[in-house]
């Protein structure tokens, strides 16, 4: 049972009802419970991760030539590995969506070998970056 007054740190005049306060609680409860929303919608969606996708050769070079810092690198790691799918297959094509325009990925491939003459995947930056997730990434 609660009692039928209670007693209200010094911000209060006098002694409230214990309606009066349980209205009060309520109150503010709903207003920390709107702003954790509000403030929840604000937030990019984990899979997002902040990354930028590359659309040219250019925005290529500079990433790679960005990723030369260590810093710039484990933090584009911790990004990708945010990035979560069904299974490694479909974590590493949300990734490769996410980082290259079918355009610029598709002046690449694994080894840089055949007649078409394509960049090589697995010596850049960018793709160690990739690498590096495996043990990070988010299975569901």
Request: aromatic share 4%; charged share 30%.
């Given at each position: ?53 590359l ?39 949300k ?46």
């Amino acid at each position: 049972m609660c009692p039928s007054t209670v007693t209200v740190p010094s911000t209060a005049v006098g002694p409230i009802t214990a309606n009066e306060f349980q209205r009060k609680v309520l109150s503010k409860l709903v207003d920390i419970h709107m702003e954790v929303r509000r403030l929840g919608r604000s937030e990019p969606p984990l899979s997002s991760a902040h990354i930028e996708q590359l659309e040219t050769m250019e925005d290529f070079e500079r990433e790679e030539e960005r990723l030369k810092d260590k810093q710039a690198f484990d933090s584009l790691v911790l990004q990708l590995a945010r990035i979560g799918g069904k299974d490694v297959r479909d974590c590493v094509h949300k990734i490769l969506d996410g980082l290259f325009t079918n355009r610029l990925m598709a002046k690449f491939n694994m080894k840089g070998k055949g007649k078409q003459q394509k960049l090589p995947l697995e010596t850049i930056k960018t793709y160690e970056a990739i690498n590096g997730t495996q043990h990070f990434l988010h299975v569901i």
